[in-house]
């Protein structure tokens, strides 16, 4: 079948197409119906379905012979090490360390926040709390102490699992005093912590709250997996949205399991026992889906890479990994691939390693530019397949399904809708529009199994934000067009989230940051674009009138607010003094307007703007920043 068939036979029997799915998966008890409709627009998959998630991702591998087939590749360049862990060996530590909270009174549905970097531990936490059916919440080790309270707060964890340390290249992250100054900064307290220490640093314990990784789990019994309704919440996974609260959002069980097992072949068209590697992070959604439960479930190999794609030593560091480990389907985000090109651009490092096990590279996380495709199509000539998906869907909706059929590659474009998704272009109406018009991006309810049913603790902003603007439909929050062969291409998002290196942050978030600091009396920050991150954060700070600070030293006191405030993930090293900030007569910041002077892109003077003058001066501001220069 290829892909407008599997398309078609999805639109014709929407149930039928994802029941058919869920028979890959182990089921205690069979769901009885795919889809529930709540009302008020609001679905559940695989509701009354009775699974666990690391039974299917872990020991019905074993059960099935695969035991001795390695499942995590841990590859560190950072600190040297090479490890691998059979799918027997994680069965066996995956359920002792469940055992092990368990014994501390961890149970089903209870939350466990994780915050860890790239080591297999990490998995191995998320996976013994899906062996109990308690919900994790990872957060990125980028994320500073204020970040991480946020999270406490609002999941209410009864347990955090934390690493010592976290490495990045030259500086060691020092992650138990940002858990300490977190858990003093939330209202909620965690009944205890669980420390990994790392040989890179061994962290102080607080006596009586925080237990040591492998003491705690000496002499326990180990747990077997906990069935759960298939709408039971596997995780909470906050992202940034218009606000510095983030959305926190859920993913159920069974839905996970059908469309992630079901992407692994038709998407990035690996069989069990294949090598998949998703260079990304545990604490973003690919990290959940592709590093961790994706390969899993289906029987594949994973790869845990802590480095970065230069420097970890050198630009040939994907290549090495991917010859070392025979990688066939490799993942990652266009930014680092425009890494290793400025520090490679004629391949030299490509050349010196034997790239014939992989047949396909996906690219996801921000707007893959023809030239990074080219780049790369060039260098590895195999398939690069820009792909579009978000943390709030879990797994790929716009894509090229090279596992179904490798469509033609157009540059620019994620390709086509796949099976749960329908894209249309409206109007701020909410009217369709013709192909080739420029419009906000949604799709109609219910969305597939597998994405998100709600935010937690948040059920209006859930429909607020996603399901109000156009009723009926999923609201994506990005912008494109659709052309005439039904190719989409996803051009700018509708609100203040930007895309630095793959993370997506808040300008809202980093709004709230500027504005506690005492001098600045209003403040905006927009996403620049970059040649590097694909975007950067840049500040305006407009100061209280007999403000009698240097601005640069003002300047600097910010950048180090939003560092130890959001963390140096939100990489904001650019922000200026202005006297005034350009507005609509109704006061709304003009943010579009200075993104499009920053870029040096034709603009049109706003229809409503309050004084044309400030633009001048914003102009300059950008210039001593050494932007705005077209
Ligand atoms: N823990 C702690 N700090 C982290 C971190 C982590 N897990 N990840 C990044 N940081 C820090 C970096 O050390 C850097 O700090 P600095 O300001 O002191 O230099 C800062 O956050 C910004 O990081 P980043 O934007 O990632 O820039 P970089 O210069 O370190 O690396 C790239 C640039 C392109 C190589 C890198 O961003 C990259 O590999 N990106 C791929 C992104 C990705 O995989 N995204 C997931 C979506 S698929
Ligand atoms: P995240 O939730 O971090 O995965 O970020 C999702 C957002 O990243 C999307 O809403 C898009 O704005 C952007 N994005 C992700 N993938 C792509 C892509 N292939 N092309 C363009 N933008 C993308």
């Avoid at 069935?227 to 926190?248: C, D, R």
């Avoid at 890479?305 to 993942?331: A, L, N, S």
């Avoid at 620019?412 to 701020?428: F, H, Q, R, T």
Wanted: glycine share 10%; with cysteine.
């Amino acid at each position: 079948m290829g892909y407008q068939d599997v398309y078609d036979s999805w639109k014709s029997d929407p149930e039928g197409f994802w029941m058919q799915a869920a028979e890959a998966i182990d089921w205690e008890k069979k769901p009885s119906k795919a889809l529930s409709d709540l009302g008020d627009n609001m679905y559940e998959w695989f509701a009354d379905g009775m699974t666990n998630t690391c039974w299917n991702a872990v020991d019905r591998h074993v059960e099935n012979g695969r035991g001795e087939q390695t499942a995590i590749i841990y590859d560190s360049p950072i600190t040297h090490t090479k490890r691998e862990i059979t799918f027997v060996e994680l069965r066996n530590r995956v359920a002792t360390l469940a055992g092990a909270l368990r014994a501390k009174g961890v149970e089903k549905g209870d939350r466990v926040i994780i915050y860890m970097p790239m080591i297999p531990e990490a998995l191995e936490a998320m996976l013994a709390c899906a062996r109990l059916g308690a919900v994790h919440s990872v957060v990125f080790g980028g994320f500073a102490a204020n970040e991480l309270a946020v999270r406490i707060d609002d999941a209410k964890p009864k347990a955090i699992i934390a690493a010592s340390c976290g490495l990045e290249p030259g500086r060691v992250v020092h992650y138990k005093p940002l858990l300490d100054g977190a858990i003093d900064l939330a209202d909620h307290k965690p009944d205890f912590c669980v420390i990994f220490q790392r040989e890179q640093e061994v962290a102080e314990l607080k006596e009586g709250r925080d237990f040591n990784w492998h003491g705690f789990q000496y002499g326990v019994e180990p747990a077997d997996c906990v069935p759960v309704e298939g709408n039971h919440p596997a995780y909470i996974l906050y992202t940034s949205g218009t606000t510095g609260a983030p959305k926190g959002v859920i993913r159920h069980t069974g839905g996970q399991l059908v469309a992630l097992n079901w992407t692994m072949k038709n998407i990035y068209n690996v069989d069990p026992g294949d090598v998949f590697w998703a260079a990304s992070d545990v604490g973003w959604v690919v990290g959940h889906s592709y590093i961790c439960y994706g390969p899993l479930i289906h029987g594949n190999t994973t790869i845990v890479f802590e480095g970065k794609p230069v420097g970890t030593p050198d630009p040939g560091t994907f290549w090495r990994v991917i010859e070392e480990h025979k990688v066939k389907t490799f993942f990652t985000a266009p930014t680092a691939f425009r890494a290793v090109k400025r520090e490679d651009p004629t391949g030299e490092y490509v050349k010196k390693y034997d790239l014939s096990c992989l047949e396909q590279v996906f690219l996801a996380g921000e707007r893959a530019d023809p030239d990074t495709i080219v780049w790369a199509q060039d260098q590895l000539q195999k398939p690069i397949i820009d792909h579009w998906w978000q943390t709030e869907l879990g797994f790929p909706g716009v894509c090229n399904p090279v596992g179904i059929e490798l469509l033609p590659v157009k540059l620019g474009s994620p390709s086509v809708p796949l099976p749960g998704y329908e894209m249309k272009i409206v109007d701020d109406a909410g009217n369709e529009l013709p192909r080739g018009e420029l419009g906000a991006i949604v799709t109609p309810l219910p969305l597939p199994p597998g994405t998100f049913p709600n935010l937690w603790n948040a059920e209006d902003r859930y429909k607020k934000s996603y399901l109000t603007n156009f009723p009926g439909y999923y609201e994506t929050g990005d912008a494109g067009m659709i052309d005439e062969d039904g190719y989409l291409y996803i051009m700018a998002r509708t609100d203040d989230v930007i895309n630095v290196a793959g993370h997506r942050l808040s300008t809202g978030g980093m709004e709230e940051v500027l504005a506690d600091h005492p001098d600045v009396a209003e403040c905006a920050v927009i996403g620049v674009s970059d040649s590097l991150k694909g975007q950067m954060p840049l500040g305006f700070l407009c100061l209280n009138a007999g403000t009698e600070k240097p601005h640069d030293e003002i300047v600097k006191e910010v950048i180090k607010l939003v560092r130890e405030k959001i963390g140096p993930v939100a990489a904001f090293k650019l922000c200026c003094v202005v006297d005034r900030l350009p507005k609509t007569r109704s006061g709304k910041i003009l943010r579009g307007t200075m993104v499009s002077i920053a870029d040096g892109k034709e603009y049109k003077m706003p229809a409503t703007i309050d004084d044309p003058a400030i633009l001048d001066e914003i102009k300059l501001a950008l210039q001593g920043l050494g932007y705005a220069k077209g």
